[in-house]
């Protein structure tokens, strides 16, 4: 029984990680056509099914295209809490921080 119960927990953990794989495609393409609103929901989406950097970063970048600096910044902290050594996650994180700064100057 407990083979089972293993077997069955690997096979939901795959399935979660193709369809996150799947959403982070889809915010992908809509990010690359510029919708900035809808790529945000499909990598929310994709974080919901699994977690991963590389879709927090993503998202991060979509929300500094909407000057949403604050939510940008929190998603470049999560992902570097899932990825200490990402250095992408580093310097989208000093950029929303920097673009922040300056935005209240204004």
């Known amino acids: 029984l407990i083979p089972w119960i293993v077997v069955m927990a690997e096979e939901a953990k795959r399935v979660e990680t193709t369809r996150a794989e799947h959403l982070r495609g889809i915010g992908e393409n809509l990010a690359e056509a510029k919708d900035w609103t809808e790529a945000i929901g499909a990598f929310t989406k994709s974080i919901e099914a699994h977690a ?7 998202r991060g970048c979509m929300r500094m295209n909407q000057r949403d600096y604050s939510a940008a ?3 470049c902290e999560a992902a ?3 990825e200490p050594a990402n250095e992408a996650a580093r310097n989208a994180l000093d950029t929303a921080r920097c673009y922040a700064q300056v935005s209240t100057l204004r």
């Open 52 to 58: 991963e950097a590389k879709t927090y970063l993503f």
């Open 73 to 75: 910044i929190k998603d």
């Open 80 to 82: 570097l809490k899932l």
